[in-house]
């Protein structure tokens, strides 16, 4: 029996999943996080500094230039998409312990290497490592959850674990800002966090025993800015080469007029977000403590809005939090490109990303639950493309910014980006409608046999 304080009769926490079936993607983090968290969530705290919050800031302004910045976030962003391939390695031969013990070690190679004067090939090659480590070790996080305690419990784990790494992300952006262009000591500081890190998971990880598939797990957005292609949400979901010839067989247009939307919206998207750091320097000559404290703000202020942006798509539906969240975005991204063409804009550029990062959990939430719903044939493999497109989209976007800075510059990218984003916003509104047409012509169709 549940008792007023969030605990139960026998006196363990409550579950927040058991009041009956959450729509895929409306479940946000408990509201009580403390009593589902386990001692290796500190390593994917530990991680979320790293990846989440320190490395979107230190790579673009460390890689010496804007071109050599896309390239380098590119490259990274591009091996994470081999995720699908550890996870599958991992589930298949129970080596999901293994995995990420061997990701963390691979990532603080690299990491050590970072800082190191080479030429761009070798940096791509270690930014290549960087991506494949830490997709290993992202995409078993929540296998340790799913394969060890019940499916009751399964929800609020989960939530606690994104909290916590939504935390260790802001954490990050805050040092990264704190230790400014200190290149060399702040990927000596990332090395130092991964390498605590290692023995953490070596001495609390129980091994998984009961083997789940992924699909059978609720699907989570993930916390946090879009800009963190690597979060264990958005790793954990995986296609596979079958289930995706299924799903090119049956797809159907309300599905792939998702896809395509949210592809290009997030190209132009990513291109502005991987290389403002860097234009706010460049442009401005302010310290790197002014983009990191941004995001840093903007991201803890995101993980409050997790959950009104939940409430929202119940009450007016995913297609019109998916249309706000894209105009949103539009509008802001328009504000920072023209912050770029004022003297006084260094006010200007700040808030405006704040207000595009603010705007992601609508799109998180609202994404994840059409790619679940629209799904014309397995919502695993369904939410597994989706999550590939977003990884996808995120390297594109980063090689187009780098080029486009270099050739037409920061502001006139953002006017660009801005224009793209709000036609996804128009198209998306076609969205709500394609559903009920191809709905009406299924009817007709089946009236006209009888």
């Given at each position: 029996m549940a008792l007023p304080g969030g605990e139960t009769s026998d006196g363990g926490p409550r579950s927040e999943v058991g009041r009956g079936a959450q729509p895929h993607g409306l479940v946000t983090f408990p509201q009580r996080v403390m009593p589902w968290?386990?001692?290796?969530?500190?390593?994917?705290?530990?991680?979320?500094?790293?990846?989440?919050?320190?490395?979107?800031?230190?790579l673009p302004l460390s890689a010496g230039g804007s071109?050599?910045?896309?390239?380098?976030?590119?490259?990274?962003?591009?091996a994470g998409?081999?995720?699908?391939?550890?996870?599958?390695?991992?589930?298949?031969?129970?080596?999901?312990?293994?995995?990420?013990?061997g990701g963390m070690l691979v990532a603080l190679l690299a990491l050590l290497l970072v800082p190191v004067d080479l030429g761009l090939a070798l940096k791509a090659m270690v930014a290549c490592m960087l991506g494949l480590g830490f997709a290993a070790a992202n995409t078993v996080a929540n296998m340790f959850i799913?394969?060890?305690?019940?499916p009751e419990e399964w929800d609020a784990r989960i939530g606690a674990l994104q909290a916590l790494c939504g935390i260790g992300q802001v954490a990050g952006l805050l040092l990264?800002?704190?230790?400014?262009?200190?290149?060399?000591?702040?990927?000596?500081?990332?090395?130092?966090?991964?390498?605590?890190?290692?023995?953490?998971?070596?001495?609390?990880?129980?091994?998984?025993?009961?083997?789940?598939p992924r699909s059978a797990a609720t699907a989570h957005p993930p916390h946090g800015g879009e800009g963190w292609a690597g979060s264990p949400q958005r790793l954990f979901h995986h296609p596979t080469w079958a289930g995706l010839a299924t799903l090119v067989r049956k797809l159907e247009l309300p599905f792939a007029h998702l896809q395509i939307i949210w592809f290009v919206a997030f190209v132009a998207i990513s291109a502005v977000l991987t290389m403002f750091p860097l234009a706010m320097v460049e442009k401005f000559a302010v310290s790197a403590e002014v983009p990191?404290?941004?995001y840093a703000f903007a991201s803890a202020m995101s993980l409050g809005v997790y959950p009104v942006a939940a409430i929202l798509a119940k009450q007016y539906g995913e297609y019109f939090i998916l249309g706000a969240g894209f105009l949103l975005r539009a509008i802001a991204i328009g504000f920072l490109g023209a912050a770029f063409f004022l003297t006084e804009g260094t006010y200007i550029a700040p808030v405006s990303v704040g207000i595009l990062i603010l705007a992601?959990?609508?799109?998180?939430?609202?994404?994840?639950?059409l790619s679940a719903r629209l799904a014309p044939h397995d919502e695993g493999e369904a939410l597994g493309l989706f999550n590939a497109s977003t990884s996808l989209a995120s390297a594109v976007g980063?090689?187009?910014?780098?080029?486009?800075?270099?050739?037409?510059?920061?502001?006139?990218?953002?006017?660009?980006?801005?224009?793209?984003?709000?036609?996804?916003?128009l198209s998306s509104m076609g969205l709500r409608i394609s559903r009920p047409r191809i709905v009406l012509v299924a009817l007709s169709r089946r009236i006209g046999r009888g």
């Open positions: 968290v386990e001692p290796w969530f500190l390593v994917y705290a530990c991680l979320g500094i790293v990846q989440g919050g320190m490395l979107p800031v230190l071109e050599h910045a896309g390239t380098i976030v590119g490259v990274m962003n591009l998409l081999t995720a699908p391939y550890w996870g599958h390695l991992a589930d298949r031969r129970r080596l999901h312990r293994q995995m990420l013990l799913v394969e060890v305690h019940p990264a800002g704190l230790l400014g262009g200190r290149y060399a000591l702040a990927f000596g500081v990332a090395a130092a966090l991964t390498a605590a890190a290692v023995p953490i998971a070596s001495l609390t990880l129980r091994g998984v025993h009961v083997e789940v990191a404290t941004t992601w959990p609508l799109l998180g939430v609202s994404g994840t639950a980063a090689f187009l910014g780098g080029w486009a800075m270099q050739k037409v510059g920061f502001g006139t990218l953002c006017l660009i980006g801005s224009a793209v984003v709000a036609l996804a916003a």
